[in-house]
């Protein structure tokens, strides 16, 4: 398995561009979630998505929107980005069930908007 | 609102020392504890979590972490610290939304963990 992927690893844009990031998981998870990581913040939750069908906003989902493709993948998409949004961005699954609590993380996309 | 708060941005113990990772929060109910960490352009890994039962949680690496009610912590430790132990480590709670069918994890801000040889 290869867990939780995500493309590109790293990415610069100009202002005013759009692009999407991609996220997948082959571990048959019912939740997944986005996060961006700024210095000294930690984690924040931009969006998530309970179930195939279903997304939701997070804690700081201005700029962006998110597709629950399928059960597999979740996307991320930057309309027209802007040089607050640079920022390292991570996609997360979670199998939602009785005890089972765990999020598992990709390796991350790093974003700079110039 | 639950939140998490890590009050040290950073902390460096020698390597064969006992390290600690300090971690409190506050949640409405019964909380869900989670620590993770993150190695240099990595994403984080999970390391050990609390849902119920015994206070002391025994994770990967050796770690093990001490449920605490009465003072909200839930502190990360290691009996004798590894210069690979060097990384970044986040402390989270659950925030359960009923309704929404899934949850979200807040974070804390993170602490720099530095082992020196």
């Known amino acids: 398995n290869a867990g939780v992927t995500q493309t590109p690893k790293f990415q610069v844009l100009k202002t005013g561009q759009s692009m999407t990031l991609q996220c997948a998981q082959d571990?048959?998870?019912?939740?997944m979630y986005w996060y961006r990581q700024d210095p000294g913040m930690g984690l924040r939750l931009i969006y998530y998505?309970?179930?195939?069908?279903?997304?939701d906003k997070g804690e700081v989902p201005n700029g962006y929107n998110v597709s629950r493709l399928n059960k597999r993948e979740f996307s991320l998409r930057l309309e027209s980005a802007a040089p607050s949004q640079t920022s390292v961005y991570f996609c997360?699954?979670?199998?939602?069930?009785?005890?089972?609590?765990?999020?598992?993380f990709g390796p991350g996309t790093r974003l700079l908007v110039l | 609102a639950q939140s998490v708060a890590q009050p040290e941005d950073q902390v460096n113990v020698a390597e064969g020392n006992p390290l600690t990772v300090k971690c409190t929060y506050s949640v409405s109910g019964n909380p869900y504890l989670f620590w993770y960490v993150q190695y240099p352009n990595r994403g984080l890994q999970f390391l050990l979590k609390?849902?119920?039962?015994?206070?002391l949680v025994k994770g990967s690496y050796g770690f093990e972490a001490e449920f605490n009610k009465s003072q909200t912590s839930f502190h990360l430790k290691k009996p004798s610290a590894l210069v690979s132990d060097s990384a970044l480590y986040f402390c989270?709670?659950?925030?359960?939304?009923?309704?929404?069918?899934?949850?979200?994890?807040?974070f804390g801000k993170g602490t720099k963990l530095s082992v020196i040889p």
């Open positions: 998505s309970a179930s195939e069908g279903t997304t």
């Open positions: 989270a709670v659950r925030d359960f939304r009923s309704g929404a069918g899934s949850y979200q994890l807040t």
């Open positions: 571990m048959n998870h019912n939740s």
């Open positions: 609390y849902i119920t039962g015994d206070n």
């Open positions: 997360a699954s979670r199998l939602a069930g009785n005890g089972v609590e765990t999020q598992y």
